[in-house]
């Protein structure tokens, strides 16, 4: 079920209100619970059973693991539950790219093999909710967390809807302990989780649907394009899968905050980052701490030598790039990732700074503001880099990207701009939709720069009441406006 649809717009609120109306816990946990598989059930039913098997894996190594203190006994368990989820994903992720490369690889030693391709559609969110369900079992193993005795409790964790999908990939050490406690309404509670759902489904439908038409245009056919389109084509993506991700995490955020959920945030403003060490410690954030925390310092993190670390820090992002899809286009899309996070460490570019304090007080706004401006420049550079690196994740063929990246400055000098903007159809848009995106762009930019200083709700919320529902309206009727002509996926649905 996509957020951006009616389905949802009837489903949610209806879930909602039987929610708060059920009077005991235990029922309401059901109710989620059943809510949730349906909700997951709309794009392929069999595959519910999938995320039920991940579930009853991951349960009962979790309790085996509880009940025994010999280590190898633990370790077999844990193994149990590696290889049941890594190799469900790899199976229907993976098995097709891995075949298909043995293959290539083999030709070159004169050897014969048909690789065996295997048509199946990949499962929507296997790869956040086995993630999540992985990360349980591990604290388990480490003795970080209890195991989950209450089978319901375990499969609403692993299944619940608002992040079920696309994240973020949520800790049983946050979410798991939620499910104990009753929730009432709470009107302030519930106008701050409409506020986000809004301003989600704002980056999502206003900004992310139309400029995934530009990207499409261009990106679907790069033969026909160069220099200054391919420019704008691939800031538009930057842009695009920005409010694509973030607003589904803002929606999913905002509808589990209703309901009295709190699931953690999933980006700050990461097109603000003044290097790409920083931009990753902002950028999806419950991936990137999650590569850290089980596999990063397993690996040894930064305890076992300087050249140990940086090879671990590459390691981590090819695996996050194949994380995303089974194409090599990502593959080096993490690489290329990867080795800029390791020339930064080696010129100590990007170090996590503490907050400077004055006479005890933070910064005033006026003292960050004159920061910001002294940063514009490693930020436009980290910018740059990034939408370097986003054109090998949206070509659809490693030759399609190499065949791009040499055209990017062709006809800078003689780009008609005036020609450009005077059709009625700019790159795949009308004139209206073309001018709607790159300004609510240029008001999504504005209002996150202002967030380095004051947060916008907080300035929302002091306006008149006439002021403020006038905003909420006029999003709330575009949002509508736009969707009611075409429904998009979700870009990650297909991570």
């Given at each position: 079920m996509l957020f951006n649809s009616l389905h949802f717009l009837i489903?949610?609120?209806?879930?909602?209100?039987?929610?708060?109306?059920?009077?005991?816990?235990?029922?309401?946990?059901?109710?989620?619970?059943i809510a949730s598989y349906y909700f997951y059930m709309q794009y392929k039913p069999e595959y519910g059973l999938l995320m039920l098997?991940?579930?009853?894996?991951?349960?009962?190594?979790?309790?085996?693991m509880s009940r025994t203190n010999k280590k190898t006994v633990k370790n077999l368990w844990l193994l149990m539950s590696l290889c049941?989820?890594?190799?469900?994903?790899?199976?229907f992720k993976y098995f097709n790219f891995f075949n298909a490369n043995v293959a290539r690889l083999l030709s070159y030693f004169n050897v014969a093999y048909q690789p065996l391709s295997i048509d199946v559609l990949l499962p929507v969110g296997i790869s956040f909710y086995t993630f999540q369900t992985l990360s349980y079992t591990i604290d388990v193993y480490r003795g970080d967390l209890q195991a989950e005795r209450d089978f319901f409790d375990f499969a609403l964790y692993v299944s619940f809807f608002p992040q079920l999908v696309a994240g973020p990939i949520e800790r049983s050490t946050n979410l798991l302990h939620q499910f104990k406690v009753h929730h009432d309404f709470d009107a302030d509670r519930a106008v701050s989780g409409l506020r986000l759902m809004v301003y989600g489904f704002f980056k999502k439908v206003v900004i992310a649907d139309r400029l995934a038409v530009i990207v499409n245009t261009v990106y679907n056919d790069p033969t026909q394009y160069e220099g200054v389109i391919y420019i704008i084509a691939t800031i538009a993506f930057a842009f695009q899968i920005y409010c694509d991700f973030s607003g589904y995490s803002d929606i999913a955020i905002g509808s589990a905050r209703i309901m009295g959920f709190g699931l953690m945030k999933n980006f700050e403003r990461p097109y603000f980052s003044k290097s790409v060490t920083e931009f990753w410690r902002r950028w999806h954030i419950s991936l990137s701490t999650w590569f850290r925390d089980y596999l990063y310092i397993p690996l040894g993190g930064s305890k076992k030598g300087y050249l140990r670390t940086l090879l671990n820090l590459f390691i981590i992002f090819l695996v996050s790039g194949l994380w995303h899809g089974a194409s090599w286009t990502f593959v080096i899309w993490g690489a290329l990732n990867?080795?800029?996070?390791?020339?930064?460490?080696?010129?100590?570019i990007g170090k996590r700074v503490k907050e400077d304090k004055i006479a005890g007080r933070r910064k005033s706004p006026a003292i960050r503001f004159i920061g910001g401006v002294a940063g514009i420049i490693p930020m436009l550079l980290t910018f740059a880099f990034i939408n370097f690196t986003w054109v090998f994740f949206r070509a659809r063929t490693v030759s399609e990207a190499l065949f791009m990246l040499p055209r990017f400055l062709n006809g800078l000098g003689t780009f008609d701009l005036a020609k450009f903007l005077g059709t009625r159809v700019i790159l795949g848009l009308d004139y209206w939709e073309f001018f709607t995106a790159v300004g609510a762009v240029i008001l999504l930019v504005l209002l996150e720069l202002a967030q380095g200083v004051v947060r916008p709700s907080r300035v929302?919320?002091?306006?008149?009441s006439p002021v403020r529902l006038a905003v909420y309206a006029f999003s709330l009727s575009l949002v509508i406006w736009l969707s009611w002509t075409e429904?998009?996926?979700f870009i990650y649905f297909a991570f």
């Open positions: 489903f949610y609120p209806v879930v909602t209100l039987v929610y708060f109306l059920m009077p005991t816990l235990r029922v309401r946990n059901i109710l989620l619970l098997l991940s579930t009853l894996i991951d349960y009962f190594a979790a309790l085996g049941g989820n890594l190799g469900m994903l790899f199976f990867g080795i800029a996070i390791i020339i930064e460490r080696i010129l100590g929302l919320a002091r306006m008149p429904v998009q996926t």
